[in-house]
């Protein structure tokens, strides 16, 4: 199965809990969902490492502390996604790499709506860990 690690970044917004997301870019992905920002782990990388550097690449922020998520598994392709989430260090978010056209906070209800369907339960686990700290 193929592996892929990403970050979910939090922060507290006007609007209350917002998250961190990135769009894919390129003229075939204009309908395409949001998604954390997560990539392929090099040969020898861990899981939180390879989360950090596509966090990096494709947003321009170091991640902070981070702890693990759990993983979701891709219901129509053999891609399993291990996901970190930690509170955001700050910094504005861009494009730092050809791989996204968007990266932005977004509040946790509008999160829901735009974020790929099988990552969604990421935000319901987000939501549920920070409700018991």
Known sequence: MKQSAGTLLYRQGDQGLEVL???P??????RAPWSIPKGVPDA???LEAAARRETLEETGIFAGELHP????DYTRSRKRVHAFYGPWPQGDPGCGSWEVDQ???LPLEDARKLIHFDQRVLLDRLAEVLAGE
């Open 103 to 105: 990266a932005k906070f």
């Open 21 to 23: 997301l990135v769009h």
């Open 44 to 46: 020898g990388e861990s």
């Open 69 to 72: 998520l759990g993983f979701i």
């Open 25 to 30: 870019s390129g003229n075939y992905n204009r």
